[in-house]
Every structure is written in C-alpha cells, then in structure tokens.
C-alpha cells in the first residue's frame, strides 16, 4: 500500500504542479499511461514498484491507466455539466483506487467490488464538498452546473468564496447524496471480507464523521478545512 500511495501520490503531483504548464503536465500524465500499457523505458523506482505490484496481485493495468485518466481531469479548466459526468470523475479519482486496494487487502468476496465502488463515490464526493473553497481559490468548481443552476448558485459567488442560503441548499442536497452511497457501501459489506477491508472500512468512519462535522456546522467551507477531532479519530482508528 505504500508503494500504491506513492504511484498516486507522484501522478496527483504531477497534474496539480502549477509551475508546470498544462500542456506538459497532460504529457508528463500521457507517458505514465502509455508505460503503464506498454512497459516503462528506463523505470524509476516508483514505476518499477508499480509494476511489481501489477503483478505480485494480478491487477488489470486499466485500473492503474483510469486513475491517471483521472489526474488529467484535475488539469486545465474543470467543469462538469451533470451529476453523471461528475460521477465519471469520481469513478478514476476514487474507485478505481478503491478497487485496487482491495486487491492488495487480499479482498476476495465478489461484492467486495461494490463495496469499493460505492465507497469511492461516498469519500469523492465527500471530498468535493470539504475541499470547495480551496478548490475555489484554484478557480476549479466540481459541483455540477446543472445542480447550481436548480438551486440558483452562481458560479461567481463561488469562485468569489460567497457564501448564502441556496449554496446551503446545494451543499445539503449533494451531501444527502454521499449519505446514500456511505450507506450503500455499509449495507453491501460482505462478512467474509470484514477483516480483509478493515482499513477501507476505517477511512469510511473517518469521512463520514467530516461529512457530518461540515452538516451541523452549516458547510463554512470557505473559512475553514474540516477533519475530525483528534479523539474522535483515535477512536475510529482503534476501532474495528
């Protein structure tokens, strides 16, 4: 897991590096997928150990490539019109680690796979909402357009971290929809893999106790980054 933290953390780097251009970046990006098809030239340590965990855990290289495919969309002017586009997004940004790290966990129940799935979308999205003043300072908003336009937000007021009753709106509508794939993730567990997912099943607790911490603070997340506090992350931590 650590050497599948550093390969995300070294593409993550590489698609939010502003001090290189974005057309550098997609091609620095394009190289990782085209090694990750076809073998690195010259492998470096964090590609070597990504091909040896490809193959220690035979894990489809396409999961590896969706999870680059995801960084470029980090990259350039970022604007998803409908919810189902965001969904795709979610879907290289979150899932596909998460159906990579159950190989790792040695999960091997089949609804392992929707477990990793639905979690996926539950901790993007949960994402999403905690990081919209940041990534607003960026000039990058990951709300869908069609669900500012349905509770009259307007970009501007966004981007200029303006905050008011219909963004409230918006961000509880968008949270309820975490909710239900937090719950859709719990209610698929599958028992026989309880053990084997015990730290995907740690992260869920932990982003779920930001998603309410932003709820029943009203989502001020223009003026603070949320986490949970240092005892309840003790607790989620040495919990089961």
Known sequence: MVSFYAFCR??????????????????????????????????????????RIRSKYD????????????MEMDVGAVCYRTFEELKAYCYRAACAVGLV????????????????????????????LRDVGEDAANGRIYLPTEDLERFGVNRDDILAARSGECFL???????????????????????A?????????RMSKIYRAI??????????????????????????LLGG
Request: charged residues 30%; contains cysteine; proline residues 4%.
């Open 10 to 51: 070294v593409v993550d780097d590489i698609a939010d590096d502003p001090g290189i251009p974005d057309a550098l970046r997609l091609e620095h990006l394009n190289a990782w997928k085209c090694g990750l098809r076809e073998g690195f030239e010259n492998p470096g340590m964090v590609q070597s150990e990504t091909e």
């Open 59 to 70: 894990i489809d290289a396409g999961l590896f490539i969706e999870i680059v495919s995801g």
């Open 101 to 128: 790290s159950i190989e790792i966990f040695g999960a091997k129940h089949p609804a392992s796979r929707d477990y990793a799935i639905n979690l996926g979308y539950a901790l993007q999205l949960t994402n999403i």
């Open 169 to 191: 709106e918006l961000m509880r509508f968008e949270a309820a929809r975490a909710v239900v794939y937090f719950d859709e993730a719990e209610l698929g567990l599958p028992q």
């Open 193 to 201: 893999d309880r053990k084997a997912l015990r730290a995907a099943r």
């Open 211 to 236: 998603l309410n911490n932003m709820s029943k603070d009203g989502f001020r997340v223009f003026e603070k980054r949320y986490r949970p506090g240092k005892l309840r992350m003790l607790a989620i």
